[in-house]
């Protein structure tokens, strides 16, 4: 099956600093992806939408400014949390969907990337 | 828009006990469906998906599942359970209207006993 990146799978940063997390696709193209967001012991929260080349769409209640997400090539999302505080930690997970074709209802997920703000 | 309801937060079971995860939603549109798995710490496995056809799919790991639009429900099963099916299932539904947003339900740990 296709294969989806995200580095780092750990971080572990200060509070105020900014902290980038990538999603790669490693042997198909995706036209979008998607961002969740896991607390610990639930489910995950859709946070964005990302299209390559146009501006994420974002759920109601997640913050823009907060949660940068650039989807600058058909192989690579970004999410940057900005000004990171305790209350970020989390376990943020991207999936990336197949570009072309029909919809074949399939997602593929990356590992995931646990996030703790200091 | 659509919704996911895991009634069951927990479900234990005996190794080689039948398992049954409960997954019911609720949309305005037709839907398509899905179950993951999570081990802890990592990210999502597909098991199985209905999109259309066949109301009842076959997926990983010994696991099928049964689309019953009457009852908007979509339960997993499977006939023997195994020490290595202990993890989160989470139930995910998105609808037909291209959008290709998931939502998932609250998830079930799926606990196996000796």
């Known amino acids: 099956g296709a294969v989806v990146s995200q580095h780092p799978s750990r971080v572990i940063c200060k509070s105020g600093t900014s902290v980038k997390i990538e999603c790669r696709s490693l042997?198909?193209?995706?036209?979008?992806m998607f961002w969740y967001r896991q607390f610990p012991k639930q489910s995950l929260m859709l946070m964005a939408t990302?299209?390559?080349?146009?501006?994420?769409?974002?759920e109601q209640g997640v913050e823009k400014d907060k949660f940068l997400i650039n989807h600058a090539s058909l192989t690579l999302s970004t999410l940057t949390v900005t000004s990171a505080h305790p209350e970020d930690s989390s376990f943020y997970i991207c999936?990336?969907?197949?570009?072309?074709?029909?919809?074949?209802?399939?997602?593929?997920f990356g590992e995931g990337s646990r996030l703790t703000v200091l | 828009a659509q919704s996911v309801t895991q009634l069951d937060s927990q479900v234990p079971v005996f190794e080689e006990a039948p398992v049954e995860l409960r997954c019911n939603y609720s949309?305005?549109?037709?839907?398509?469906l899905f179950w993951y798995v999570q081990y802890p710490n990592q990210g999502l496995q597909l098991l199985l998906k209905?999109?259309?056809?066949?109301?009842l799919v076959k997926g990983i790991n010994g696991f099928e599942a049964e689309f019953k639009k009457s009852e908007t429900s979509f339960h997993l099963t499977k006939p023997s359970a195994h020490m290595s099916d202990a993890a989160e299932y989470f139930c995910?539904?998105?609808?037909?209207?291209?959008?290709?947003?998931?939502?998932f339900g609250s998830g079930t740990r799926l606990l196996v006993r000796p």
């Open positions: 209905y999109l259309s056809g066949s109301t």
């Open positions: 999936s990336a969907l197949t570009s072309g074709g029909a919809y074949t209802g399939e997602l593929f």
């Open positions: 995910a539904v998105s609808g037909r209207d291209s959008s290709y947003k998931l939502i």
């Open positions: 990302s299209n390559e080349g146009s501006k994420a769409t974002y």
């Open positions: 042997d198909f193209q995706a036209t979008t």
């Open positions: 949309s305005s549109v037709s839907v398509y």
